[in-house]
């Protein structure tokens, strides 16, 4: 890793198979109001006509583009941008979303005012692929979330950690500025997972640092079919949900009552797979209840009233969208 230099921010975009969403990105990106920014663009061998947009930017002096010679995913070329980078700051600007341009200002400013923390993000708006908003992620948050987050503030490792616990609160990369002093301190994105890997990585930075949020939404998160969640089979995503979620809770420092909790939420979760119009929780229940045997055996006590909150939901009012727990 090189050394950094102050104020820089570093955009690290990862580029695979989205053309139709890059121009949007980079311009978005190149039309932020924080001008001290290097733009690390790596496109990861795309089938489609990428590479020909990309070449259109990169004689923009604050762009660099990298074009790989050989597939290596998106955790192994996001990590390859940090090693490239050489900015205080570093932001995952995923090649299919966009942002406000006052988005990096007010980020940077943010962790300038909280030295103790490692991340700031912000709020996010869901959209589709022709930008119509979906959904606002705030807004599908846990009550105490959003009670403590009305506002611009500043999280605890502990409260960012139980905040965490029950959902992944920032959403989305794109919408969260690291200190680029978090990677050496904590590692990298893990490639143990593939749609949990910033997930994971939250949770380390939570264990050192706290966390800081901005509640405008700047960041444009979008969804389509593509996206790494989408294009992902529940089998796997639901796995790493338990290895991730049980992993911490069996970690931590928690209470009694706090683990009695989260295992409950986690069923919970759980039940949202198993109880669905797809048969698709059922087929998985024989395999997904091994991994949960293997990894936590406490947390099947809890499936019973995990479940009876599901089908409560279900039954008394509709279920909330979820871009992802």
């Not at 997930?199 to 939404?217: G, K, M, Q, T």
Request: charged share 25%; proline share 3%.
């Amino acid at each position: 890793m090189q050394r950094s230099r102050s104020g820089l921010v570093s955009l690290v975009v990862a580029s695979y198979n989205h053309a139709g969403f890059l121009t949007k990105r980079m311009d978005s990106l190149l039309a932020q109001t924080y001008q001290n920014i290097e733009i690390l663009v790596i496109d990861d061998c795309s089938p489609d006509n990428s590479v020909e947009i990309l070449r259109r930017y990169e004689t923009h002096p604050n762009v660099r583009l990298t074009v790989r010679e050989k597939n290596g995913g998106w955790v192994t070329v996001s990590n390859q941008g940090v090693d490239m980078s050489s900015g205080e700051y570093v932001l995952f600007a995923n090649c299919d979303d966009d942002c406000d341009p006052r988005m990096i200002e007010r980020l940077v400013a943010t962790l300038e005012q909280h030295s103790s923390a490692g991340i700031a993000f912000c709020r996010s708006l869901m959209v589709d692929e022709e930008d119509h908003v979906l959904g606002d992620d705030f807004v599908i948050r846990e009550t105490a979330f959003r009670k403590r987050c009305a506002g611009d503030t500043l999280l605890s490792k502990d409260e960012a950690t139980r905040f965490l616990l029950h959902s992944c609160v920032i959403p989305n990369l794109s919408a969260a500025l690291f200190r680029r002093e978090c990677f050496s301190a904590v590692g990298y994105l893990s490639a143990e997972y593939r749609v949990c890997c910033d997930w994971d990585l939250f949770f380390r930075v939570a264990a050192r640092y706290d966390i800081a949020y901005v509640a405008e939404p700047l960041n444009r998160f979008r969804q389509h079919k593509t996206t790494i969640r989408s294009s992902t089979r529940d089998r796997v995503v639901y796995e790493e949900y338990f290895r991730l979620l049980l992993g911490q809770i069996r970690k931590l420092d928690l209470s009694v009552f706090e683990r009695m909790k989260f295992r409950t939420h986690v069923m919970y979760l759980w039940a949202v797979h198993w109880i669905a119009p797809s048969t698709t929780g059922v087929t998985n229940l024989p395999f997904h209840f091994r991994q949960i045997l293997r990894r936590d055996p406490l947390a099947l006590l809890f499936a019973i009233p995990g479940g009876l909150m599901r089908v409560a939901e279900v039954l008394w009012k509709s279920p909330k969208k979820l871009t992802r727990p």
